[in-house]
Protein backbone atom coordinates (compact mmCIF):
# COMPACT_ATOMS: atom_id res chain seq x y z
CA UNK A 1 0.00 0.00 0.00
CA UNK A 2 1.08 3.16 -1.11
CA UNK A 3 1.31 5.94 2.04
CA UNK A 4 0.32 9.32 0.92
CA UNK A 5 3.01 12.17 2.18
CA UNK A 6 2.41 13.43 5.52
CA UNK A 7 3.55 17.27 6.28
CA UNK A 8 5.86 17.84 9.20
CA UNK A 9 2.36 18.55 11.33
CA UNK A 10 0.91 15.28 10.25
CA UNK A 11 -1.71 16.68 7.82
CA UNK A 12 -1.88 15.61 3.93
CA UNK A 13 1.01 18.13 1.90
CA UNK A 14 -0.85 20.00 -0.70
CA UNK A 15 0.49 21.02 -3.68
CA UNK A 16 1.81 24.40 -3.49
CA UNK A 17 -0.94 27.17 -4.87
CA UNK A 18 -3.74 24.94 -3.96
CA UNK A 19 -4.03 26.81 -1.23
CA UNK A 20 -3.64 30.19 -1.57
CA UNK A 21 -5.74 30.05 -5.12
CA UNK A 22 -8.77 28.37 -2.70
CA UNK A 23 -8.07 31.46 -0.30
CA UNK A 24 -8.15 33.96 -2.70
CA UNK A 25 -11.25 32.49 -4.32
CA UNK A 26 -13.05 32.42 -1.26
CA UNK A 27 -11.94 35.95 -0.33
CA UNK A 28 -12.78 37.27 -4.06
CA UNK A 29 -15.85 35.92 -3.83
CA UNK A 30 -16.51 37.60 0.10
CA UNK A 31 -15.42 40.78 -1.97
CA UNK A 32 -17.74 41.14 -4.71
CA UNK A 33 -20.63 40.04 -2.24
CA UNK A 34 -19.74 42.86 -0.14
CA UNK A 35 -19.20 45.26 -3.02
CA UNK A 36 -22.87 44.17 -4.44
CA UNK A 37 -24.44 44.70 -0.95
CA UNK A 38 -22.99 48.47 -0.85
CA UNK A 39 -23.97 49.38 -4.84
CA UNK A 40 -27.64 47.87 -3.23
CA UNK A 41 -26.92 50.06 -0.45
CA UNK A 42 -26.49 52.70 -2.37
CA UNK A 43 -28.80 52.45 -4.87
CA UNK A 44 -31.59 52.79 -1.65
CA UNK A 45 -30.25 54.98 -0.84
CA UNK A 46 -30.36 56.92 -4.11
CA UNK A 47 -33.55 56.53 -5.18
CA UNK A 48 -35.20 57.32 -1.04
CA UNK A 49 -33.45 60.86 -2.06
CA UNK A 50 -34.66 60.81 -5.10
CA UNK A 51 -38.21 60.41 -4.16
CA UNK A 52 -37.56 62.61 -0.97
CA UNK A 53 -36.47 65.27 -3.57
CA UNK A 54 -39.27 64.73 -5.76
CA UNK A 55 -41.87 64.82 -2.85
CA UNK A 56 -40.49 67.69 -1.42
CA UNK A 57 -40.67 69.78 -4.74
CA UNK A 58 -44.26 67.90 -5.26
CA UNK A 59 -44.84 70.22 -1.82
CA UNK A 60 -43.61 73.21 -2.50
CA UNK A 61 -45.45 73.75 -6.07
CA UNK A 62 -48.81 72.33 -4.44
CA UNK A 63 -48.00 74.82 -1.25
CA UNK A 64 -48.09 77.57 -4.05
CA UNK A 65 -50.82 76.49 -6.23
CA UNK A 66 -52.83 75.60 -3.22
CA UNK A 67 -52.32 79.45 -1.68
CA UNK A 68 -53.30 80.95 -5.31
CA UNK A 69 -56.26 78.54 -5.60
CA UNK A 70 -57.49 79.37 -2.12
CA UNK A 71 -57.00 82.48 -2.89
CA UNK A 72 -58.65 83.00 -5.79
CA UNK A 73 -62.23 80.98 -4.88
CA UNK A 74 -62.33 77.33 -6.72
CA UNK A 75 -66.07 77.07 -7.31
CA UNK A 76 -65.98 75.30 -3.93
CA UNK A 77 -69.83 74.65 -2.82
CA UNK A 78 -70.12 76.00 0.49
CA UNK A 79 -70.08 74.11 3.54
CA UNK A 80 -70.49 74.29 7.15
CA UNK A 81 -67.00 74.52 8.86
CA UNK A 82 -68.41 73.26 12.16
CA UNK A 83 -70.66 70.56 10.81
CA UNK A 84 -67.27 69.51 8.62
CA UNK A 85 -65.22 68.89 12.07
CA UNK A 86 -67.75 66.94 13.06
CA UNK A 87 -68.05 64.57 9.94
CA UNK A 88 -64.14 64.25 9.89
CA UNK A 89 -64.14 63.40 13.13
CA UNK A 90 -66.81 60.71 12.94
CA UNK A 91 -65.63 59.35 9.82
CA UNK A 92 -62.48 58.72 11.22
CA UNK A 93 -60.19 61.18 9.06
CA UNK A 94 -58.20 62.40 12.27
CA UNK A 95 -56.59 59.15 12.76
CA UNK A 96 -54.34 59.59 9.57
CA UNK A 97 -54.77 63.34 8.82
CA UNK A 98 -54.35 65.05 12.49
CA UNK A 99 -57.09 66.20 14.68
CA UNK A 100 -56.44 69.61 12.73
CA UNK A 101 -55.98 68.15 9.26
CA UNK A 102 -52.26 69.07 10.20
CA UNK A 103 -51.16 65.58 9.31
CA UNK A 104 -49.76 62.63 10.30
CA UNK A 105 -46.54 61.14 11.38
CA UNK A 106 -46.12 58.53 8.51
CA UNK A 107 -49.56 58.88 7.27
CA UNK A 108 -52.11 60.69 6.00
CA UNK A 109 -50.57 64.42 4.52
CA UNK A 110 -51.24 67.87 5.35
CA UNK A 111 -54.47 69.01 4.20
CA UNK A 112 -55.22 72.38 5.68
CA UNK A 113 -54.52 75.38 6.16
CA UNK A 114 -54.55 76.20 2.24
CA UNK A 115 -55.78 72.93 0.95
CA UNK A 116 -55.67 71.88 -2.68
CA UNK A 117 -58.54 72.98 -5.24
CA UNK A 118 -61.93 71.41 -4.27
CA UNK A 119 -62.15 69.58 -7.18
CA UNK A 120 -58.80 67.87 -6.59
CA UNK A 121 -60.14 66.83 -2.94
CA UNK A 122 -62.58 65.76 -4.15
CA UNK A 123 -61.38 63.38 -6.48
CA UNK A 124 -58.86 62.29 -4.00
CA UNK A 125 -61.38 61.41 -1.41
CA UNK A 126 -63.61 59.36 -4.00
CA UNK A 127 -61.12 57.15 -5.59
CA UNK A 128 -57.35 58.19 -3.27
CA UNK A 129 -54.62 56.38 -4.26
CA UNK A 130 -52.26 55.10 -1.99
CA UNK A 131 -53.22 53.85 1.27
CA UNK A 132 -56.63 56.13 1.80
CA UNK A 133 -59.92 54.39 2.02
CA UNK A 134 -62.53 55.32 -0.52
CA UNK A 135 -65.05 57.07 0.36
CA UNK A 136 -67.77 57.09 -1.88
CA UNK A 137 -70.96 59.07 -1.95
CA UNK A 138 -73.18 56.17 -0.61
CA UNK A 139 -70.42 56.66 2.74
CA UNK A 140 -69.96 60.62 2.54
CA UNK A 141 -72.24 62.81 0.77
CA UNK A 142 -71.35 65.87 -1.67
CA UNK A 143 -72.89 68.17 1.37
CA UNK A 144 -70.64 66.24 3.74
CA UNK A 145 -67.80 66.75 1.59
CA UNK A 146 -68.22 70.27 1.18
CA UNK A 147 -68.15 70.50 4.89
CA UNK A 148 -65.23 68.69 5.56
CA UNK A 149 -63.10 71.10 2.74
CA UNK A 150 -64.96 74.37 4.59
CA UNK A 151 -63.16 72.93 7.89
CA UNK A 152 -59.90 72.31 6.34
CA UNK A 153 -60.02 75.22 4.65
CA UNK A 154 -60.75 76.90 8.26
CA UNK A 155 -57.80 75.18 9.37
CA UNK A 156 -55.55 78.53 11.44
CA UNK A 157 -52.03 79.12 9.91
CA UNK A 158 -49.59 77.47 12.06
CA UNK A 159 -47.47 80.59 14.26
CA UNK A 160 -44.43 81.67 12.88
CA UNK A 161 -41.09 80.08 13.70
CA UNK A 162 -39.53 83.47 15.07
CA UNK A 163 -42.98 84.20 17.15
CA UNK A 164 -42.32 80.31 19.33
CA UNK A 165 -39.78 81.90 22.45
CA UNK A 166 -38.44 78.08 23.20
CA UNK A 167 -37.59 78.42 19.54
CA UNK A 168 -35.10 81.40 19.65
Known amino acids: MA ?4 HSEGSPRQPE ?3 SSYQ ?3 FG ?3 SFVALMALVALAALL ?3 ARSIARAQGRTEAGAQSASAAQKADNA ?3 NAKNGKTV ?3 DGCYECHGREAQGGAGTGPKLGPAPIPYAAFAYQVRSPRDQMPPYTS ?3 SDAELADIYAFVQAAPQPPKVDSIPQLK
Not at 3 to 6: F, I, Y
Open 88 to 90: YTA
Open 29 to 31: SLR
Open 24 to 26: AGV
Open 47 to 49: GVS
Open 3 to 6: KSRQ
Open 77 to 79: PTG
Open 138 to 140: KVL
Open 17 to 19: GAA
